[in-house]
């Protein structure tokens, strides 16, 4: 069972999600219309709530969670992910704000309150520090994570693209779950 009610809350998924069998999804998350959570991620909304937007992909391995709010924290901090964005593989996303259109590289971190605008790539491996704002329309890497350069139109056009190819996989994979 990888949608798991925690504390009376269960997840709500949009029309056609897809959820890999291996993926645990659980408490106070809202998964947007045609998005798709690939095998071994763990998107846990136990201490506050996660909002992920449509179209969106959540590669494997990828660990989503929030920052509960206590006494060092009074308000702690949801995490938001917005549409037609990518997580890559093994990303960790802790109580952070991600707009739409993002990419985020292959085992990226972003830590708790950081915000990232729209439009923009964050490189594999890239850590972005908490409290910290990516402005949209860069590349961002390293750790911790530094503006490169101007994202360029074609680098622009194709987050669309990946996402829109991840929601044609993700049909694919809801299709053969469903014949079995």
């Given at each position: ?10 997840p ?44 969106t ?10 920052t ?57 491996g ?55």
């Amino acid at each position: 069972m990888n949608i798991r009610t925690f504390k009376g809350t269960t997840p709500t998924l949009g029309a056609r999600v897809f959820v890999d069998p291996s993926a645990v999804v659980l408490g106070d998350v809202v998964i947007g219309d045609d998005t798709s959570v690939w095998p071994l991620t763990v998107i846990r909304g136990d201490m506050h709530r996660i909002r992920i937007g449509h179209s969106t992909s959540i590669q494997d391995g990828s660990v989503l969670h929030i920052t509960h709010a206590g006494p060092f924290n009074p308000d702690g901090f949801p995490l938001t992910i917005g549409n037609h964005v990518t997580v890559g593989h093994q990303a960790m996303l802790h109580g952070c704000t991600i707009g739409d259109r993002v990419l985020v590289g292959m085992g990226a971190m972003i830590m708790d309150g950081a915000v990232v605008e729209s439009d923009v790539v964050i490189g594999a491996g890239s850590l972005v520090p908490p409290g910290k704002t990516l402005e949209s329309g860069y590349l961002y890497v390293g750790r911790p994570a530094k503006q490169v350069r101007k994202l360029t139109d074609k680098e622009m056009d194709y987050f669309t693209y990946t996402t829109g190819n991840y929601v044609k996989l993700k049909d694919q994979h809801r299709e053969e779950s469903w014949a079995d």
